[in-house]
């Protein structure tokens, strides 16, 4: 039988290493296409070389978790078929056309597990395209990966978990941090003692890095409403209003965002369907609890299926290769694929809580200047997406990008779509889940022109 | 919702063909709905390749298409906006002496008709166009022809008809369309009953059903031309490029991205839409770097590919019923009816004022498929990978 069941796994982090793991477990031998030199994800990223920190420098209070998975990684690495470095470009039917070394070629495969994370969700105000301008997510990267921090005087703005999870690990790996502007009011954050008694570490661990920014005497603003970042060749400073108030602070770089968007391109070129998940403010690719998709053979696990965070990915990755074995006649451990769904439904309930916790500024939408860059690609102004939907009557993001270009360039609408679905939102007055999604083109992204073809691609 | 809607014509279709006519009509004075079953100009009209080109048309179309290039230059005033025109020329290239050959063979069957066209020799080419890789026998210039933004002139074209005071109703399926002594009598998925005096069946790759409901079966087949766009580049591209005996054509716009054609692509499970398939989008990636040396370090950033109906003889059906008064046609471009829609808006107009066109469009006439002497009109050269799609 197994023969005949060639799983793909897209991704090596949490989700897709954890599916990996229990595929092999069960005999098979997956074939794992990761875009990264090395297993582990964006949130368990390793070193690019070796250097003096410890996992504990690294991961925090992660860092045990970051080990094991990394560890199990390494302990399958000769029975799966891994290709690190290599891009899926595009899915059809049962075959994925890859990039991998100036080469594209195609895979064929049985099954499919998409478990291609998330990306930070950004909003653009003034000065967001600025050199020294960064997501929370790519200076963590810097920081984890090349062990070097984004400035020498950093702010760190937004809404999110990961706004005070990457200033603390700035702050401990010895880094500057001149402030950090959460969007959301502090009040906000006392929902959090709500879900102390279904996740107390998660929790806790969040309080203590506040408790540690200000105990290093780390201003931390609350209720701030980012207004530009000034400077020209590179960040000078920070502009932003508190209580009324205007406030501004020298600084040379910022690092933002707020929480994270799931990547759902090749679930789209699968041919999955969609539902809007209001929690995610965004359209995702529909699953059971087990991942399966509406496609046939097809799987999905981790924040590519709905942000869930890393601990919730490992159990999604081991749940959706049980589903996979499953519908591929192998027996199941019953005991533990309800141990699995108990997990991610608890921490299901926790991400409600945490969504009040750092609410997204949905003020935002309404207040941003016409002459803020929306499409820093294809270099499209808020005000003249704006002028389309009311002059031309667009409420939805494909006609959007087919009459203004928004969201047309390099990337493909993985950083402007979700600011550009808020801001048609707010001028007609319609639901967000109303604009829709952007249709997903192949490739999901750039691919070089004189790349040489080794098998037939899909 | 339910609410009837009286007008002299009913346009099925919004593409570009429908919605010039329904500007055309407008002007004229005629009450006009255009529905489109989706958004007006997405299909074929809206992500063809862009090309505005005279040069290659069979010469049956040339008078059509002549009348259609005293449009595009004035976009701005017809529309509003100018579509990003570009009269950059169109060098059709020759790779073999054979193809040379064909290229002087069109010329001369053409020389009369006005299109001004340059034969140009390697050296010439080499000196002229630098930026084309070395290996070209020669090329035909049509320094008239150039470029646009479908995305643009299309949905520019529709919105210019409803701010000229037709009724543009998008997301409309025509579910039923039926002759009634009085005129025709339309049926619309969102309960819309329309009774007006003549029908455009404009419906590009969906107008055959409509047709055929007239009985009138014409050999109409879907094609899906797939194109690939990539990042911007430093403006090297002094000419839309097309290829004798096809495999490649391309453009460059003024932002610096090349738009590159070449290779089909396939329906999607919603048939609706389409899709370029990897392998073919590759080997329009590889033949683009290939031919232009500029290109050989770029990216591909996008691929797409759009729906298009193709008549066995590929040229579109344009003109009345012959089964049903007032009922006309206007399909089937296949490929290539980007530069003449605008020219064909008008003459679907004068037919619907005047009962005939200025215009010769007799080779277009929808029962040259069931007349004894069927087939294509004498001169026509299928160039199936060389042409834009569009409607």
Known sequence: MSNAVRPLIVGAGPAGIRAAQALVEAGLKPIVVDEAASGGGQIYRQRLAPDKRTPRDLYGSEASKATALHETFARIRDKIEYFPQTLVWNVRGTSADVAIDGRTRRLDFSHLILATGATDRIVPFHGWTIPGVFTLGGAQIALKSQGCAIGEQVVFLGSGPLLYLVAWQYVKAGARVAAVLDTAPFSAKLNLLRGLPSQPGVVLRGMRYVAELMARGIPVHFGVEPDRIEGEARVEGIVWRERGKERRLACDAVGYGFALRSETQLADLAGCRFVFDERDRAWRPERDMAGRTSVSGVYIAGDGAGIAGADAAELAGERASLALLEDAGYAVNRERVAVLERGLAGIQRFRDILEIAFPFPDKWAASVADDVLLCRCEEISVGQARAAMREQEVRELNRLKALTRVGMGRCQGRICACAAAEILADVHGQPLEAAGRLRAQPPIKPIPLGIAADGEAA | ?391
Not at chain 2, 159 to 179: C, I, W
Not at chain 2, 341 to 356: K, N, Q, W, Y
Request: contains cysteine; charged residues 20%; aromatic residues 8%.
């Open chain 2, 1 to 391: 919702m339910s609410r009837t809607l009286h007008k002299d014509v009913a346009i099925i279709g919004g593409g570009l063909v429908g919605s010039s006519a329904a500007l055309a009509l407008r002007r004229m004075g005629f009450s006009v709905v255009l529905l489109d079953k989706g958004y007006c100009g997405a299909q074929a009209s809206g992500v063809n390749y862009g090309g505005v080109r005279r040069q290659g048309r069979p010469p049956e179309q040339i008078a059509l298409s002549q009348r259609a290039h005293a449009i595009w230059p004035r976009l701005k005033e017809v529309i509003g906006i100018d579509g990003e025109f570009v009269r950059s020329g169109h060098l059709k290239i020759a790779r073999t002496e054979a193809e040379m050959a064909s290229l002087e063979a069109y010329a001369a069957r053409v020389a009369d008709l006005g299109l001004g066209l340059e034969l140009v020799g390697h050296n010439q080419l080499r000196e002229r166009f630098p930026w084309i890789a070395g290996n070209i026998v020669g090329a035909s210039l049509c320094q008239g022809d150039g470029h646009a933004n479908p995305r643009l002139v299309s949905a520019a074209f529709a919105l210019a008809a409803r701010r000229a005071g037709a009724d543009v109703l998008e997301h409309t399926p025509v579910s039923h369309v039926e002759k009634v002594p009085e005129g025709f009598h339309l049926s619309t998925g969102p309960g819309i009953e329309i009774k007006a005096q003549f029908v455009i069946n404009s419906a590009g790759a969906w107008a055959d059903s409509f047709a055929e409901a007239f009985g009138e079966p014409v050999p109409l087949s879907r094609i899906y031309p797939s194109m690939i766009v990539t990042e911007p580049v430093s403006v090297f591209m002094s000419a839309n490029i097309g290829a004798e005996g096809g495999g490649i054509y391309a453009r460059q716009v003024d932002r610096g991205n090349c738009i590159v054609g070449g290779m089909r692509g396939e329906p999607n499970t919603d048939l609706d839409f389409s899709r370029p398939t990897g392998s073919g989008a590759v080997t329009i990636m590889n033949r683009a770097a290939a031919l232009f040396p500029a290109l050989r370090n770029s990216y591909a950033i996008r691929f797409w590919s759009g729906t298009e109906g193709e008549m066995a003889d590929r040229n579109p059906v344009i003109g009345f019923s012959r089964t049903t008064p007032n009922l006309i046609h206007a399909f089937g471009f296949s490929g290539a009816g980007f530069q003449i829609a605008p020219g064909v808006g008008e003459v679907l107009a004068e037919l619907v004022r005047d009962g005939a066109s200025r215009t010769p469009i007799e080779a277009f006439a929808i029962d040259r498929f069931s007349r004894k002497d069927q087939g294509s009109p004498a001169g026509s050269t299928p160039e199936p990978q060389e042409r834009d799609i569009s409607k």
